[in-house]
């Protein structure tokens, strides 16, 4: 590609940057791109970088398109004149942030407390990275009106990004997500951004947080006398290089567990994530470390967390003694079975009780809520939503926990977002509770399948990076919605879900109805048998989402081999007769 091949509006939108109010170094890179590599001058300016309904996360870098100390200053100024026309007439305007372990964490993180210092807002900064879940935590315990995280998650390296809490510790959700991103959007000029702020307004803080939010962390614990009995039970722990480190290994030691054993080569922050190609806990390679060392101690249970310890993954041992990385579903469906248990074991159910699940979630949580005569919830996919339910509920109802088959879950109502840390302690409660029974964790989830019915999932991500990705990406849903499928593999579809139309179609019985949650670009098809099928772009990565679930009974544990194998093969041929293999 060569200059002249370029459209003249990024053209114009380079050349804004190197004129305007930037930094050398920020113009010197412009100018680069402007005379040496437009192809990259495409990829940073071809869009402004979307501030979302959770806020931005993109590629860092020079551009309109990518995070920077502008990207996240706009995005910061936005948020700031929004807090002010909204909390008016509060004696004092308070704002959380929090960073994970990502390059430029910190700095972005100092940015946008400067920005809302100098807007005369008062910061609570964390003196070093922390999870996400303990910025949540913070926001409530302060009594501050909004929160930050830098953080993109599970992202590879090169991304980062940045969260916007309400003052309910949750993250943005209507009407403020749309009003925020219509505030920053009307950040027209470099020059609309307040980057001097005043250190008055910044107040820093760390440990004191840490000890309210571990006590808090304690207090959900529901089996303390079974984690005396087996406190030795060995554990292996991996942060991958993130805020996990920080916090999980002494919430573990606060419940009682005393032979947790970590994964030294990770415990270590680093934005580079040097013993991985993804710091993601749901691709099986970010694991393997903990699994080589679970091997090593003959552990029984293995957790590792992402970046920013919203998330976490679990391995266990199988029926046959090797290893297996449970997926996203099977750990929600052993935590939220542990959950309800206990709390009709110690006599906590009083009818009022919920749990809330995402739609592309095991259905399984339903079954097992239903009949501890728990009611449960579906919501769109994104934690918030969760945390939106809770917030209704909020007096009338008690949040037991929740979760999404992306490896988040929440236990107790003083997070409100999902929180790996928790989900640690309470997924090593479940393992030592299960032992006292008797069981290893996979002998509990065989158990529970036997009881409620075998639910099997599995989900393919493809990427599709880019402009063109983006494109893609958008043209496939576009084709499913105009020519959606009458059949998949071999089965009618008898039921489809437009989650962006808002309309239910009954194939079968040709009745249409209104689908009662805010628009999403999701679809979902439902065969014949059950078995569900979800398709959704991620909001996050540039990837496409297919999510594949078929149910099927498990008559006796002892066949779980045989009944196993014979739904797998179920899965693979309905992803194979979509072409997704």
Known sequence: MNLQEVDPGIIEKANIWLQGNYDADTKAHVKEMLENDPAELVECFYRDLEFGTGGLRGIMGTGTNRMNKYTVGAATQGLANYLKACFSGADEIKVAIAYDSRNNSAFFARITAEVLAANNIKVFLF???????????AVRQLGCQSGVVITASHNPKEYNGYKVYWNDGGQLVPPHDKNVITEVNRISSVDDIRFEGSAENIQMIGKEIDELYLDMLKSLSLSQDVIARHH??????????????????????????????????QMNPD??????????????????????????????????????????????KDM??????????????????YLVNQWKYRGLLTGKEFIVKTIVTSELLKEIARSFGIESYDVLTGFKYIAEKIRLFEGKKRFIGGGEESYGY??????????AVISCCM??????????????????????????????????SITKKGKAGAEEIQQMMKDYRSSPPSHINGEKVVLIKDYKNQIEKDILNGIDSVIDLPKSDVL???LESGSKITVRPSGTEPKIKFYF??????????????????????????ISSMGLK
């Open 271 to 316: 934005g580079n994530f040097p013993t991985v190609h993804s710091p993601n806990p749901e691709e099986k390679a970010a694991m393997n470390m903990a699994l080589e060392l679970a091997k090593k101690t003959d552990a029984e249970l293995i957790l590792a967390t992402d970046p920013d310890s919203d998330r976490v993954g679990v391995g266990v």
């Open 232 to 265: 030795d039970m060995k554990i292996v722990y991996s942060p991958i290089h993130g805020t996990g480190a920080r916090m999980v290994p002494p919430a573990l030691a606060k419940f009682g567990f005393t032979s947790v054993m970590l994964v030294e080569e």
């Open 410 to 419: 929440l236990v107790g109502d003083s997070v409100r977002d999902k929180d």
């Open 127 to 137: 003196n070093d990275l922390r999870p996400v879940p303990e910025l949540s935590f």
């Open 427 to 460: 997924l090593a409660e479940t393992a030592a509770w299960a032992k006292d029974q008797g069981m290893s964790m996979y002998e509990l989830l065989i158990k529970i399948y036997n009881d409620y019915g075998f639910y099997l999932e599995d989900l393919i």
């Open 524 to 526: 979902q098809f439902f």
């Open 549 to 574: 679930g078929v149910k099927g009974k498990l008559e006796d544990v002892s066949h779980f081999d045989e009944v196993n194998k014979k739904m797998g093969e179920q899965l693979e041929a309905i």
């Open 320 to 337: 046959h003694g090797d290893y297996i990385l449970l997926n996203g579903n099977q750990s929600a469906t052993l935590l939220i079975y």
